[in-house]
């Protein structure tokens, strides 16, 4: 562990650019806190209660392009050309950290692996600012990601009075301070540290999902889909500000006479055309079975398949950006008052 | 660096086009290069032409004939629609093979019960004609086909030969008959109504037969509630499963049904296995 006083903090992103790192953190656009590369000289948003998106975007971005076709070579070749560099992505948030360590990483590097994803992950920095506040829609604490991570960060920031504590959670984060003079907290700053993450902590909702998986396996003919879906539109944000959210589409774009993109783009199984088939047969065509799938995926499939926690890392951006006011908690409440009831 | 792309198409070459129906073409490819395909019945590729983008396609040739690559493919949609407008000698780009296929080695020595109806009928070629090029692995072959009407009777060389085969049975049927189809000979054809009504008429004994079952929705769901009833245990049944793969890598989401993806744990899987997947048919 290590101690950056406040007004340092400048040096090492500068000292990370000099590197010839690219580094992207929090920035104050227009009043929403977003992911953006941070230009020569200029200086994260530190703060802020979340982004606006997790900085999923960075790894898998919204749209790319991953296959060119060039008629006159006559086949596809991969679009290599990721602008990758090394990136360092400063300041996230440790459920956004959560959902790329255990959900992302995990879909995208199994077999057999997306090249796209692997390239950019593995020239990521990951540098967590703990969190010292929430908002009434986080519960990270119930999900185990937050408000600071144990591991699974190269380097992770608590904000500790005027000062930053420092842990290193990596060889690479090891490296990200090499040339720096940082002095070693106190036991007095460890304390410090340790009271501002149990203070988050105790401020959270608590959402109890541990043993939910069982109960909404009763629950397919349930009418609470039917309920709760009365007030969705359809309109897929809880997907696309989910950091555990990664479906995608994958289509052509015709740039020239000739030469085409193979372009994927996030896509969102709330949206109708989702399960359309050849023919024009959608599977999943009323509202409410799209609605069902979201959550039966983030709370049994997800964990049937792959085992581990629920596809849920609190961060609560589905609550907040939800036109209809659908609550995942509230979700998650409904369900469990469902225990023993089931109509099936 | 990218190393292996599994996104990454091959170029294969379209060196024959059969009309099946007024909408449905086969295509025999042939691949451009070296690079070994090694299939099993049942899976599929996912093909595609630059500009317009891909469609998962179920492969209806058999790995027991290697020298090619053939795909029946409808008119349904815009890639679909573009590849009914290609020519010998035109190439398209494909990726695979993807997906289980049929567990053909598990069938050796079963009797077989093979139901299709329509277009269906293509990814179930694949293991009708590897069963027939070992025959000697396999028990009784029955095949049950249905289609709308005599016009939409895909792979009609096949049918002809496969009913004209003594160590198989073959029994065809349509929803509207006209006289061309009335008025054959063979014993396999002739016959007017939905599949189904072929299940009197074939002797499908449940406690013997393993049924491979493949067709739209609608004929899945009556030939199945027409199975159970004659005693088949869902273990014994085996399907298709139909879902918009885009790709093929259970990356996407597109395929997920329950905790499975259509295009690594499926496309086959057996009403057993369907049943424990709630919303899959």
């Known amino acids: 562990m290590k101690i950056i006083p406040e007004n340092k903090l400048a040096d090492l992103i500068n000292k990370w650019r000099s590197d010839a790192r690219h580094v992207i953190g929090p920035k104050n656009v227009h009043g929403d806190i977003v992911f953006e590369t941070l230009e020569k000289d200029e200086q994260p948003c530190l703060d802020f209660l979340n982004t606006a998106l997790p900085p999923k975007e960075f790894l898998f971005p919204m749209r790319e392009t991953i296959l060119n076709f060039v008629p006159k070579e006559d086949e596809w070749t991969p679009f290599t050309n990721l602008n990758e560099g090394n990136i360092v992505l400063f300041g996230i948030r440790a459920c956004d950290v959560t959902g790329i360590n255990l959900f992302l990483d995990q879909l995208f590097l199994s077999d057999p692996p997306d090249p796209y994803y692997g390239a950019r992950r593995k020239s990521a920095a990951i540098v967590v600012l703990a969190c010292e506040e929430p908002d009434e829609y986080c519960f990270c604490p119930s999900c185990n990601s937050g408000p600071a991570l144990a591991t699974g960060f190269d380097l992770q920031l608590i904000h500790i009075g005027d000062e930053y504590l420092v842990q290193i959670g990596s060889p690479a984060g090891e490296r990200l301070l090499n040339g720096l003079q940082l002095e070693t907290p106190s036991m007095d700053q460890v304390g410090l540290k340790n009271y501002v993450i149990d203070e988050c902590r105790k401020k959270c909702r608590k959402v109890e999902l541990e043993g939910v998986e069982e109960i909404i396996k009763d629950l397919w003919e349930d009418e609470i889909w039917k309920e709760v879906s009365n007030y969705c539109i359809r309109c897929g944000g809880c997907n696309f500000v989910c950091p555990t959210c990664y479906c995608f589409d994958m289509n052509d774009r015709v740039v020239s006479s000739g030469h085409s993109q193979r372009m994927r783009t996030w896509d969102s199984c709330l949206l109708r055309g989702f399960t359309r088939m050849a023919g024009g047969v959608i599977s999943r065509d009323d509202k409410f079975t799209r609605l069902r799938q979201r959550f039966y995926h983030k709370l049994l499939f997800w964990k049937e398949k792959w085992g581990g926690p629920h596809a849920c890392t609190g961060c609560g951006r589905c609550s907040r950006v939800c036109p209809g006011f659908i609550d995942f908690g509230e979700v998650v409440e409904k369900i469990k008052s469902r225990a023993g009831h089931a109509d099936t | ?281």
């Open chain 2, 1 to 281: 660096m990218l190393t292996h792309n599994p996104y990454k198409p091959q170029n294969w070459e379209i060196k024959k086009i059969i009309d099946e129906t007024p909408d449905v073409k086969t295509f025999r490819l042939f691949q451009r290069g070296v690079r070994p395909f090694i299939y099993k019945p049942g899976q599929f590729v996912e093909i595609s032409i630059p500009g317009a983008g891909e469609a998962p396609i179920s492969i209806t040739s058999t790995p027991t004939r290697p020298d090619y690559l053939e795909l029946s493919i409808k008119k349904t949609g815009k890639v679909t629609g573009l590849l009914h407008g290609l020519s010998m000698g035109d190439v398209v780009n494909i990726r695979g093979p993807y997906g289980r296929g049929f567990p053909v080695d598990e069938l050796k020595g079963e009797d077989l019960l093979f139901v299709a109806g329509g277009i269906g009928l293509a990814p179930l070629r694949s293991v009708i004609n590897y069963v027939l090029d070992r025959r000697a692995s396999y028990g009784e072959v029955i095949v049950l086909y249905g289609a709308r009407s005599y016009d939409d009777l895909v792979f009609k060389d096949d049918l002809a030969l496969w009913g004209s085969r003594r160590d198989m049975n073959l029994l065809a049927t349509v929803d509207a008959g006209c006289d061309e189809w009335s008025d054959r000979e063979e014993g396999w054809c002739g016959r007017v109504g939905v599949v189904t009504t072929l299940f009197s008429e074939c002797k499908m004994d449940s406690a013997r037969h393993l049924c491979l079952i493949c067709g739209p929705h609608i004929m899945i769901k009556f030939a199945l509630a027409g199975l159970m009833e004659a005693g088949f245990k869902p273990s014994r049944i085996i399907t298709t499963l139909e879902r918009m793969m885009k790709c093929g890598i259970g990356k996407c989401g597109h395929c997920n049904i329950g905790p499975k993806y259509v295009c690594q744990d499926g496309p086959v899987f057996t009403m057993e296995e369907i049943s424990r997947l709630y919303e899959a048919l």
